[in-house]
């Protein structure tokens, strides 16, 4: 039974509707970083942040910070946050409900007369998704101090990164790494099916899965497709189909198993592409997604397998399986993880430990404090699209979720002989 809340729906509704109206008319619901609407948003959320008492400021890295100063100068820093910036012709709720919902926390505190020991500081992030410049979670890698300098230098038409950075008030040239942070928090929509599914009112996140991209060249022989017998063919699409079936199969097998697991053959790439030539090449990249390291070797092992099987039945090359990107699996803090669980059970909400698909800037926060995350459900788990919806009830519930957590996180911490792990900041 779920307990009277006491965060404002009201609040939350009206401030995510008001962000959903800041969009390109004709493509719902597009709020790029680095654009002129992306910064109408910002200026939006400035507004929202002062008149909720909090102090804001732009970072080094282009975080638009408000800061609401504890009772212990020098404790340092609870934070919640997520990002407001959207894909092209997004949702409403991805990124935004997890900074409308750190601001809710905020402003309740206010309402309660609540003073926290620690700094609480409430994050919008620069382009967390895939931004103009080809590259993504710009703000968090900066304020872990991982952002690579020769970014810097990359270009959206007469653009540069480093020139994009200037144009939302941050200092390419200064570094923007964060040591006081001493707990992050993030709530995101599922964006997927799971608590919809199980009718569960929060995910609590024991870990953002790693990311892997492979690359996979197979080449056979272009052949008239009227005149070349069936049986005497080399056709790379054939062979290219086999393995992708032999995808799905490792794949599914894999996700049967304890901790997530996804395997997609994203790009697809055919030459000559033409009607009637037998396909000569065929260029595939895989993107797995995979929450347990061995789970990952298995994959690249058997596809191994498969490649070279494939390879004998069919007479094409198939060069190796090529890694091009490897991002391991980040394991959230447990400590961080129990006082979500202790906010879901003190506000009467059902939950279940589950990982992350999908990337976020607590993965890059992990890196130098102990993270956490929760989940609210989305309806049929759609995300990335302009019918993504999360209810206003779920935003709340998650809000208070969040409360409950750094009401405890603070206690703890405050603690001048309990550290909340000893610095690895894994689970």
Known sequence: MRQNLVVDATRISADIEALAAITEPDRPYTRRAFTP????????LEARFKSA??????????????????????LGVLMLGSHSDTVPEGGRFDGVAGVVAALEVARSLGDRGIALAHDLEIVDFLAEEVSIFGVSCIGSRGMAGLRPPEWLERRAGDLTLEEGLTLVGGEPHTSGARSDIRAFLELHIEQGPVLETARLDIGVVTAIAGITRIEIIVQGRADHAGTTPMTARQDALVAAAKLVLDIQRLGL?????????AATVGE?????????????????????RAEQREDLDHFQRQLNSAVDAVGRETGVMIAAPRVISDNPATPMDRHVIEALE???????????????????????MARICPAGMVFIPCAGGRSHTPVE?????????????????????????ASPTREIDDGTHTD
Not at 67 to 73: A, M, T
Not at 253 to 261: D, I, K, S, V, Y
Not at 276 to 283: L, T
Not at 395 to 405: C, K
């Open 389 to 413: 919806w999360a209810e206003t009830a779920d935003i709340a519930l998650g809000s208070a979720v969040l409360l409950e957590a750094v009401l405890t996180l603070d206690d703890q911490l």
């Open 268 to 288: 697809f790439e055919i030459e000559p592409n033409a009607a009637n030539v037998v396909p000569s090449r065929v260029r595939m990249l895989l993107d797995i």
């Open 53 to 74: 008492g909090l102090e804001t400021r732009i970072d080094a890295s282009g975080n638009l910070i408000g800061r609401r100063p504890g009772k212990v100068p020098g």
């Open 37 to 44: 609407l992306f910064l109408d948003g910002r200026a939006y």
């Open 253 to 261: 097998e894999l996700a049967a198993t304890p901790g997530h697991f």
């Open 342 to 364: 202790t906010g879901c059970q003190t506000t009467g909400a059902t939950y279940r430990r589950m990982a992350s698909g999908a990337g976020h800037d607590a993965a890059f």
